[in-house]
């Protein structure tokens, strides 16, 4: 069984870029969820998807936005990056809508100069 | 979701029980309590989660008070991998994502 996978580890993007980050999830998992962690926080949840829709969404502007694939695989892309996008973003797949337990990627760490 | 109380931070000499607290003094009856942790530079980890009833799993205990506004999770023999931070969260029925506080960081000291 492969676990959570995320692309890149690390990325270095400067003020006003754009940025894409990769998500694979666990074999037969159809949600994911994508997580900011800034330094010293816990994780905040970004958004879902289930079944390739977005299926709730925190408190992050439009900039934020993402895909899922037909694999289930996901998408995380971030416009016009400012300073506070410095962080760690985990992906977490579960099976279904449900209480089932997500399972954690290793997380991405962007840093934005 | 119900907003969680936890200590920043903890200590236990390996080999020990750790305990560690969480307040939720206002979760519904049909939130969920879960425990996750988080290891320095790796993505969280689920330990267990209950309703009502106490828990154990191979990694851990879950203890929920009568009145369910706070729980415990036991480590039972504390080692030094166990050095993390630890997240008690309650979840809404029918919503499947996490809301993270700060956790309590517990280190495992020799």
């Known amino acids: 069984e492969t676990g959570v996978t995320q692309s890149p580890t690390h990325l270095i993007k400067t003020r006003g870029q754009q940025v894409t980050l990769r998500c694979s999830s666990q074999s037969g998992h159809n949600t994911v969820s994508w997580y900011q962690q800034a330094l010293g926080q816990g994780p905040q949840f970004i958004f879902q998807?289930?079944?390739?829709?977005?299926?709730g969404r925190g408190n992050f502007p439009p900039r934020f936005s993402g895909l899922q694939f037909p694999n289930y695989s996901s998408e995380l892309n971030v416009n016009a990056l400012e300073l506070d996008d410095s962080a760690l973003y985990l992906c977490?797949?579960?099976?279904?809508?449900?209480?089932?337990?997500?399972?954690f990627g290793p997380g991405t760490r962007l840093t934005v100069l | 979701d119900a907003k969680t109380t936890q200590p920043p931070s903890m200590d236990c000499a390996e080999g020990r029980a750790a305990n560690l607290p969480c307040n939720h003094s206002t979760i519904s009856g049909n939130e969920y309590v879960y425990w996750y942790r988080q290891i320095h530079s790796q993505g969280p980890q689920y330990i267990i989660h209950g309703l009502k009833n106490n828990e154990t799993n191979e990694m851990a205990s879950l203890i929920i008070t009568e009145d369910r506004k706070s729980s415990t999770l036991i480590l039972p023999h504390a080692t030094l991998r166990d050095t993390a931070v630890y997240y008690c969260i309650v979840r809404a029925s029918g919503y499947s994502t996490l809301t993270f506080g700060k956790g309590t960081m517990l280190l495992v000291s020799p």
């Open positions: 998807y289930y079944r390739e829709e977005e299926n």
């Open positions: 977490a797949s579960s099976e279904g809508n449900s209480y089932n337990e997500q399972f």
